[in-house]
């Protein structure tokens, strides 16, 4: 640790996985996405990273002991030493440190949360922070945007998991300050969007069939995939438009169109795959009857994999929630009650 002024050799953050509402599917090199997305930012389903630097004792350019829920994890630290390679210019103290990670998510393994998005949002914010440390810098607005940038290096999606509540990603020339190395976050909420619940059903359990990696590959030569990308970026401005007078109509429509939209790119690829389960599909006809039956305004959204998300706002808890835990039980194995919610943060140590 000699040469070193700065105190901070041990960080810790927590970071939140995100839920998409218009979808990230298809992407250019170094992580640049063929269209703009929106998400919410969720709130339960974290995952906390402890970064530690010590000496280094590895001729190697970047030597990491990456830990996954108290266990060595050769395959997601292979992953997190490559993200620290390509990016050795933002984190330099890797030439002459040695990193641990501890890693922990607070949701199951498998659940099919974008897990990959809170994990390199946690890993980009601990690193910058130890970055900043070195350079003797605080923590300030633009720290978050550098660790958007960073973590989009890691996982596209895990660009917006670094902001609270709404937040976008992708130049869209409709929306100012927008970028495609960053994502920003969308301020202007109405009410009706604010506090909204998102219950994850957990329908598979299973870990992924196909990866996120090949399905964007797949929309390179997709028949589809000009038009769909002009219309992601569409939804993507008028969805900013939507949450700022609180369409909920226009929610729900834009929320389910673009959860089936996406699997319907997955289905329609040139080597098609299904990832819907005859669960989802049963929730979706149940949830759609509830209501129109009870005129409630709950909708669903689907990650790329089985598992429905029901999104409601905060004042129709109960009856949704009732809903759930009686009349879709057949459907799912778990359910966790999560909501949108107020970013990262740095823990104590
Ligand atoms: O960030 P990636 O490469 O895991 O891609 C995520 C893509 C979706 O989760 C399906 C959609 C999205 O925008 O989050």
New binding site residues.
Partial sequence: MENSTHTQTKVKWQCPS?I?IV???G?KNIQIPCNS?L?ITLSNSFTEVEAELSAKTEDVPVQLAYYFEGELSDLFGRKVVKFLENNIDSFPFLNDHALTIHSTNSFPHSAGI?S??SAFGAIALAMLDLAYGFQNKEIDDNFYKEASNLARLG????CRSVFPSYSMWGKNSEIEGSSNQKAIEIKDIHPNFQEMRDAILIIEDEPKKVS??I??GLMNNHPYAEARFIQANKRTAELVEVLKTGDIERFIQISESEALT?HAMMMTSSEYYLLVKSGTITAIEKLMQFRLERVIPVCFTL??GPNLHVLYPKKYQEQVEDFINNELTDTYKKVIFDHEGTGPQKLDI
């Fill in positions: 995100n998409a979808k990230y599917w992407k997305s998400s974008a990959s998005a996982s596209g999606s895990a996120s990696t399905g964007h996406l990650d790329a």
